[in-house]
């Protein structure tokens, strides 16, 4: 026993020699330093930029951000020029999975035609798309194939989390829950019983409310961040009207209360405003769309905090595209578009809190930053529509402790854009450098330009009023 007690003593005082060597070792392989330098800087909070903008990277993380620092000797200095830096955006609605943006018809056959696995491999270019265009981080809010149980947008997340793939840190929320006939039924507008079942929990549609708790337990069981269900009617389904409730009061707090339980937060898609005002007073902590909210719903939403993602580019793009779809989503798409405008001026009047968000799908992947010429022509200062994509998004996604503004120990998501966007916002889709979690994803042109032109139109027509 006692030699026993001898050798365990050697062993122990090895180890610790060989993790003081190992720890000293690692201090002379220090990562190297970046100065990364621009004309301005957007830190992701301030009211206004500041000039002569410098952010000091090491390894993953933020070291200093200000103006004019100085830059110690040693140091990779990259000069950006006539440049604006700012926090890597965030996109708080997308599909990164999916793309509904050619024609409505093909990509309806698609669906059916397609093996999920190569929809997955062109998932792979939309997220490179994505994070090229500046989008460091997307809360992906629902991933869907008819009749497959995969969870393509988990399978995304982690490798992109794991370095096999390069794209945006995403909080996904797999299949999204909603009624038998609502939004998210993957089998409306089919022949009934031609995928052989009628869905259920497992493809996220629930009745009642321990019907939803069992999906949301479902969804976070397969790795959901975040819990995202269809409120109220939607424009790109088939059976349903775009602002009708979809969801009872009673399924409404299930939801809240069985995802709170589970520390995920809930994200509602809502066009319609009783469905709007039931869910924000259940407790929601974000609401998609919001076409047709009232002034009464806003001010509720003002006074719970409730976060307003208004993917403005959604039925921009579709307003332009209006002849590629049937004419009963042609109709709930112009219903949409006109009642949306007069919503997001009155949101920005009464300083509801707004979180920046495209429904990226429904426009191809990595044209995100044209929501925030929307917003600005919508009423939103340039630096507030900077902030929504950045510190606002970041309290939204509860991430805020990490990544949203430039400070000291934050992780090193990093963009620059050409110009200065709070004279031309424009810049926002004019990005010259990515760095994500100090690691430079493009310095130059990007790769996936070519990815993100899918469909043969890039500009979006005037807002729709
Ligand atoms: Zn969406």
Redesign the pocket.
Known sequence: MFRLGQRVAIAVSFLFLVSLASSRGAGNDAPPVIALKAARLFDGKSKALITNGVIIVQGDKIVDSGSNLPVLAGAQVIDLGDATLSPGFMDA???LTLDYSGNYNQRRLDELDLNVSEQAIKAVTFARATVEAGFTTVRD??SRFVASREFVDIALRNSINKGVIVGPRMLVATKGIGATGGHFDPTSGFRDFLFGREPDYTDGIANGPDDVRKAVRFEVKNGADII?AAVSG?VLSLADEVDTPQFTPAEMAALVDESHRLRKKVAV?CHGDQAGREAVEAGVDSI??GSFLKPETLTLMKKKGTFLTP?LM?TEWIMSKIANYPPALQEKARAAAAARSEMFRNAVKMGVKISFGT?A??FPHGQNAKEFALMTELGMAPIDALKSATSNDAELLGVGQKIGTLERGKLADIIAMQGDPTADIAATEHISLVMKEGKIIRNGPPAMQAAAKSTEATDVAAPVD
Do not use: M, N, R
């Open positions: 609605h997308t599909h809010l629902g995202k939607g898609h998609e769309h993917t959604a429904d799908a429904v």
